[in-house]
T-cell receptor, first 111, second 116 residues
Framework: SQQGEEDPQALSIQEGENATMNCSYK?????LQWYRQNSGRGLVHLIL?????REKHSGRLRVTLDTSKKSSSLLITASRAADTASYFC???????????FGEGTQLTVNP | GAGVSQSPSNKVTEKGKDVELRCDPI?????LYWYRQSLGQGLEFLIY????????KSGLPSDRFSAERTGGSVSTLTIQRTQQEDSAVYLC??????????????FGPGTRLTVL
């Protein structure tokens, strides 16, 4: 199974609401990263949280990391229609040669 | 500056034919990655190049898949004798120094491969 598993698989909200997506992973990590993908094409890096960090903010994004539960969450506040995309968490393997991605959460923000 | 570029953006081929997919990483990035994404799925790691080191090919699904990186820059992913299950979006990414534990990976727009 995937190292990173997101839930929910799909989320539909109204503009202005907050969106929360969760990610679980299985092995020890140095950091966890969140990416965004529009229309099934290239991914854009959103935020990286290191294993010794518990929370990190970037604009309207808030990421938490709980290494004891091997889980992370991504919160998008005051969502906009333009936030509609797929969101993936990714964890690097310890050799640093690859990222392992979850299957993603498809977020739809309705205007 | 320019981001990662990939060509072609779309490729339709017949089963059994060979295809070549190209990736131009960001200038100066020493790390280059190939991933594959099947419809509605997450990304599957294929291969990783770091500088002049031997590539990590452990993600290649079969010996029909190969990749090379010439001059430490452009990379070509070759799929021989394509099968329908090879249909996917192939994504390339590059990173400044390699070692995904600390590197942000910058992704290209991908090549959508359809094998008929």
């Amino acid at each position: 199974s995937q190292q990173g598993e997101e839930d929910p698989q799909a989320l539909s909200i109204q503009e202005g609401e907050n969106a929360t997506m969760n990610c679980s992973y299985k092995t020890s990590i140095n950091n966890l990263q969140w990416y965004r993908q529009n229309s099934g094409r290239g991914l854009v890096h959103l935020i990286l949280i290191r294993s010794n960090e518990r929370e990190k903010h970037s604009g309207r994004l808030r990421v938490t990391l709980d290494t004891s539960k091997k889980s992370s969450s991504l919160l998008i506040t005051a969502s906009r229609a333009a936030d509609t995309a797929s969101y993936f968490c990714a964890t690097p393997d310890l050799s640093g040669s690859r990222l392992t991605f979850g299957e993603g959460t498809q977020l739809t923000v309705n205007p | 500056g320019a981001g990662v570029s990939q060509s072609p953006s779309n490729k339709v081929t017949e089963k059994g034919k060979d295809v070549e997919l190209r990736c131009d990483p960001i200038s100066g990035h020493t790390a280059l990655y190939w991933y594959r994404q099947s419809l509605g799925q997450g990304l599957e790691f294929l291969i990783y190049f770091q500088g002049n080191s031997a590539p990590d090919k452990s993600g290649l699904p079969s010996d029909r898949f190969s990749a090379e990186r010439t001059g430490g820059s452009v990379s070509t992913l070759t799929i021989q004798r394509t099968q329908q299950e090879d249909s996917a979006v192939y994504l390339c990414a590059s990173g400044i120094s390699g070692g995904a534990s600390t590197d942000t990976q910058y992704f290209g727009p991908g090549t959508r491969l359809t094998v008929l």
